[in-house]
């Protein structure tokens, strides 16, 4: 369901936004940051990544943009490789669990459906000396505003993310170990991973209706 918020340009100047603002209930996953890090070492060498670098790369060279992952085109996805990549690992898809990686999680797929305001989360990697080039998401549909959340589970702090606040102002913000990241998603942005090890974080996809 998804709950009314004021417009967030209204609320603050930032590209970067604080969690409670967007969805008080965000905060519980630093509430329970420690069971989220054990479960997620147990279960990294079983969780199923599928690689959309060449994916997002072909559709943001043509269209400026990024596209959204279908179903189709998830399971057409070859799987992780040693290779530098864009990787994601579904938990929550159409609503529904991705069940080999959700049963993998269990705790932090409950904590996702507590959070709600969404119809898709999972695990996504950067790894060192990849990035995606400058590209916007759109909205879902009219009146429903997309918020990009990541909650980093683990990085060395070399991971970057650029948003163009104005025609004149881009703001970095790193990725930070234990912390989140959200910004709108129209926003255009880019993402680059210029440290030594992997980024993983949580991402969630918050919709709010827009109040009007």
């Given at each position: 369901m998804l709950n009314s918020i004021p417009s967030?340009?209204?609320?603050?100047?930032?590209?970067?936004?604080?969690?409670?603002?967007?969805?008080?209930?965000?905060?519980?996953?630093?509430?329970?940051n420690d069971?989220?890090?054990e479960e997620f070492d147990k279960a990294l060498p079983?969780?199923?990544?599928?690689?959309f670098?060449?994916?997002?790369?072909?559709?943001?060279?043509?269209?400026?943009?990024?596209?959204?992952?279908?179903?189709?085109?998830y399971y057409e996805a070859p799987q992780r490789t040693n290779n530098p990549s864009w990787c994601i690992a579904p938990l929550l898809y159409n609503s529904q669990h991705y069940k080999r990686?959700?049963?993998?999680?269990?705790?932090?797929?409950?904590?996702?459906e507590f959070i709600g305001h969404t119809t898709y989360a999972g695990i996504t990697v950067l790894d060192p000396g990849y990035g995606l080039d400058w590209h916007y998401d759109d909205d879902p549909c009219e009146g429903v505003?997309?918020?990009?959340?990541f909650y980093n589970i683990?990085?060395?702090?070399?991971?970057?993310?650029?948003?163009?606040?104005?025609?004149?102002?881009?703001?970095?913000?790193?990725?930070?170990?234990?912390?989140?990241?959200?910004?709108?998603?129209?926003?255009?942005?880019r993402v680059y991973n210029e440290g030594?090890?992997?980024?993983?974080?949580?991402v969630i996809d918050v919709l709010k209706q827009q109040l009007i």
């Open positions: 967030m340009e209204q609320q603050t100047n930032s590209s970067f936004l604080n969690p409670s603002k967007v969805e008080p209930r965000l905060l519980v996953l630093k509430r329970f069971q989220i890090r079983q969780l199923e990544f599928r690689d670098a060449s994916y997002q790369e072909n559709y943001i060279s043509k269209e400026g943009k990024g596209f959204p992952i279908l179903e189709k085109e990686n959700a049963k993998l999680m269990p705790k932090l797929t409950k904590m996702i505003i997309q918020f990009r959340s683990s990085t060395d702090n070399g991971t970057f993310l650029e948003v163009q606040e104005t025609e004149k102002r881009v703001v970095r913000k790193y990725f930070m170990e234990s912390e989140y990241m959200i910004f709108r998603a129209k926003k255009k942005h030594q090890a992997p980024r993983y974080s949580v």
